[in-house]
């Protein structure tokens, strides 16, 4: 059996741990034709890291070509919520809307605005901290580190930078757990069944909250969205909508996952820990090693647009598809030294944690700043925490992430 063959993000055990076989596939084959998926399967750092920002592909076709056209059926009907909520999605759309939609969004979703959040995030972060130590000593001595912390603490960031009100945060959170499913390249249709739902009520609700806005405005980003313009050009409230579910969504599946897989990782290296609790290392540095070594995001598509595309070595024609391998890219020994080792001092920014090209993640500041506020207040505050249980990954390959991550004070 060849490496290519024991690719099955259907198999618990290569879900558990899919780095064995995606180094032997990466060392035996740059790229290959996945029959299963209908797309070619790129494998190596240099080639996903340049196949992220050539134009000649993209992350739709339809703003060019019909579905016919690319031998693709026509959306199902089924899932109609979906579709409407990644209609105007910065992660799937192309120029020129992709321009003008992100030209608009960067006007209010600044570097600046984000430093701005800092002590809200580190208030945020103190005061969850404070309950999973209330919950670790009334209990057994351990606390879940997605439950009780990571997830509260990202949902709460993100709905305080667009103005949600903090009753509703939950929801939110079960929506975003619900349509992330629809990525997944295995998914059934019981999930696509809850992600549409899930769709269809988040989009009524943000519908609803933009109105209150537009009533009310205050100073936060979803009123900033509103109002936004560019020599005379606005969004519109599709528009607004689908860029403030994407924030939810992306940013907080992100965050969530990167301190899941990574914090496991850290509890599976006490050297490295130590590193952290020594002050040897910053938790800032510390994030870009959380973010390479076991990816949140595993897998990333794009369409072939224009002729004249060719993949170490392989041509690759108008209507093809490719899926970036994330998790074997940021393992390729070509690019990172020793990559499957853990190594928080390895501050190597430079990695594809965030993506590429004209869909680099817009909310990489605000990701790493949660993430190195929560790592540097978990270390202050645990600096002997340990596993309680081995814990284990959701059954999905596309996001990767954790069930729980329980730890023991």
Known sequence: MSPTDRFDPADPAFVADPYPVLNEIRESSPIWWNERFGAWMVTRFDDVATSLRDRRMGRAYTHRFTHAEFGQPEPDPRWSSFQEHDRWSLLSIEPPDHTRLRKLVQRVFTPRAVSSLRDSVTSFSSDLLDDCARIAVSGDGTFDLLADYAQPFSVAVICSMLGVPHEDARRLLDWS???????????DDDSKVRADAAAGEYITYTRDLIARKRASPDDLLLSQLIAVTDGGDTLTDDEIICTAMVLVEAGHEATVNTLGNGFRSLM??????????????AADAAVEELLRFDAPLQLFERWV????VEIAGQPIAVGEKIAMLFGSAQRDP?????????????DDAAHIG???GIHFCIGA??????????????VDRFPHMELATEPEYH???????LQELRLKI
Do not use: Q
Not at 365 to 378: D, H, K, N, Q
């Open 334 to 346: 070509r690019r990172f030294v020793d990559p499957d080792h853990f190594d928080i001092g390895r």
């Open 268 to 281: 599976h290296h006490r050297g490295e820990w130590e590193r952290l609790t020594s002050g040897d290392v």
């Open 365 to 378: 500041p605000l990701a790493r700043m949660e993430l190195a506020v929560s790592t540097a207040g978990l």
């Open 177 to 187: 757990h619900d349509i992330v499913k629809m990525y997944e390249v295995a998914g």
């Open 395 to 401: 059954p999905t390959f596309v996001i990767r992430g």
């Open 305 to 308: 647009l224009d002729d004249g």
């Open 354 to 356: 965030f993506g590429g």
